[in-house]
């Protein structure tokens, strides 16, 4: 088949290399000059299997209250002016009861799982290098009551097989030794051995190399402007007066993909906006030596070889990339607060980034009501980590082989209450 992907971030790169593994012919397009450049640039650096938790759960709304008084807050929310902002955030909201945070995270952790399987096997077949590391994820709690709350997390891991190890301060202190200074801050963490970190741009481009290696077309520098229809089913997309034909059409285009589809098809994906810094490190003996999450400000401290990458922020505030000088802060602090003097003090780039997010936190993948066009978006704040597995679950679908996970309930269709165009675990494709 000669199928089109909309969008080079590393969603839309693994999509196409697992399309043209499967032997499909494929064209990639995307408005920047070259690979993962813009929510895939530079986010946090941790492909955290075992943490992937749905953004809304119980106790959150209240959470959300307390944070708009606070000094550093993890999330802020200023009107849009949109409706599309209302009903987001309504349907959120809705998310956040027991029963639909345990249902979202266990899809969560199936294809979080599945794409360490995927990963893993992409790096046997292709000896990718990203920076990446093997070294686990350590959630860092302040208080208690964080503690108590990460019962429930351990419940679901548990039920998923996923490792994981409550740590006491010592512990910390042993699994993260650039940790000694600031140990005494902390009750305890909860670590996922099985977790990696790793260069999200870095391996978006050399996965790229590598598809074009394989036969795939990237078409930069060209932006896209509408699908074309008839009868229900794509018939091109469209780009300035040129029209793109193709059998198959995989949208990718992360927080962009609600607005491509307007008056089409209407998807919950919301640009939840965040930021990173970008450090150089002085002290190695002081650096993190993978993953550090700071649970108090919802914060993310990644070693690469010689970097810092410290992320984190969640704004409900529309299509706006301007840089907060007050959240460069907040992240410079909570580096230098877990660990004093591993960063070469002014030397960082300062990024943001639009993070596609579904209200229930689980990305959307698999066909449409509309003929020939296929979603794989809405990955939110874990797109890094369930990229190889969300593309390689897709190209499953479109190519009508069994697929490996269960995934009726991961289409578009959960919103519209059918998923009768979707596949069971093993099933084939009918889309
Ligand atoms: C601060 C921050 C920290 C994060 N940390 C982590 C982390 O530690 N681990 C993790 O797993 N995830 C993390 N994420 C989330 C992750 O970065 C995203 O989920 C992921 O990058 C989304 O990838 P994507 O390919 O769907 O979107 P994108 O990377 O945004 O790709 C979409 C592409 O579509 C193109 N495009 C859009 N519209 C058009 C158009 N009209 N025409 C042509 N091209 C178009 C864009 O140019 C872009 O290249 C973080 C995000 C942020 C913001």
Redesign the pocket.
């Known amino acids: 088949m000669k199928i089109t992907v ?8 693994t999509t196409a290399y697992y399309l043209a593994r499967a032997g499909h012919e494929v064209d990639v ?4 000059s070259g ?14 299997f075992g943490y992937s938790s749905p953004w809304a759960a119980p106790g959150i709304p209240m959470k959300a209250i307390k944070w708009m008084f606070a000094e550093h807050p993890p999330l802020t929310i200023r009107p849009d002016g949109t409706l599309t902002q209302l009903r987001w955030m309504l349907q959120m909201w809705r998310n956040c009861t027991a029963s639909r945070y345990a249902v979202n995270k266990e899809r969560l952790l199936r294809i979080s799982n599945y794409s360490r399987q995927c990963l893993e096997q992409l790096r046997e077949e292709t000896g990718i290098q990203y920076e990446g590391r093997r070294q686990g994820t350590v959630q860092l709690f302040r208080t208690q009551q964080q503690l108590d709350a990460a019962g429930r997390d351990m419940l679901a891991l548990g039920e998923a097989g996923i490792r994981y190890e409550l740590l006491s301060p010592a512990d910390l202190v042993k699994a993260e030794p650039g940790l000694a200074a600031s140990a005494h801050k902390f009750v305890g963490g909860l670590r996922t051995p099985d977790d990696e ?1 790793g260069d ?1 741009h870095l391996f ?1 481009t050399r996965l790229a190399e590598i598809a074009r290696n394989m036969g795939v077309r990237f078409h930069y520098d ?4 509408a699908l074309e229809t008839q009868g229900g089913t794509v018939t091109a997309v469209r ?1 300035g007066n040129r029209r793109l034909e193709a059998d198959a059409y995989v949208l ?6 609600s ?2 589809l307007k008056g089409l098809l209407r998807i919950p994906v919301y640009p ?5 810094i970008t450090a150089a490190i002085a002290d190695a003996t002081r650096a993190p030596s993978s ?1 550090l999450l700071d649970e108090t400000y919802k914060v ?1 401290v ?1 070693r690469f070889e010689d970097r810092i ?1 410290v ?3 969640a704004e409900v505030v529309g299509y706006d990339t301007r840089l907060d000088p007050r959240r460069q802060a907040t992240l410079e602090m909570v580096v230098d607060d877990l660990f004093p003097g591993a960063r070469k003090p002014g030397d960082v780039a300062f ?6 997010k579904t209200p229930d936190s689980t ?1 959307i993948i698999g066909a449409t009501p509309i003929g020939k066009l296929y979603l ?12 190889c597995g969300s593309g390689r679950l897709l190209a499953d679908i479109i190519s009508g082989r069994a697929t490996e996970i269960r995934s009726n309930d991961l289409s578009v269709h959960r919103y519209y209450g059918s998923a009768a165009a979707d596949t069971v675990a093993g099933a084939t494709a009918t889309a």
């Open positions: 909309l969008g080079a971030g590393v969603v839309g790169i397009y995307d408005r920047q690979p993962a450049l813009e929510t895939s640039f530079a986010n946090a650096g941790q492909i955290s970190t999200c978006s060209t932006p896209l402007d780009s990718a285009l992360g927080s962009w993909s607005r491509f939840l906006k965040g930021y990173s993953t993310a990644t990458r992320g984190g922020m990024w943001t980034g639009l993070r596609p990305p794989n978006t809405g990955h939110g704040t874990l797109g890094w980590t369930m990229s």
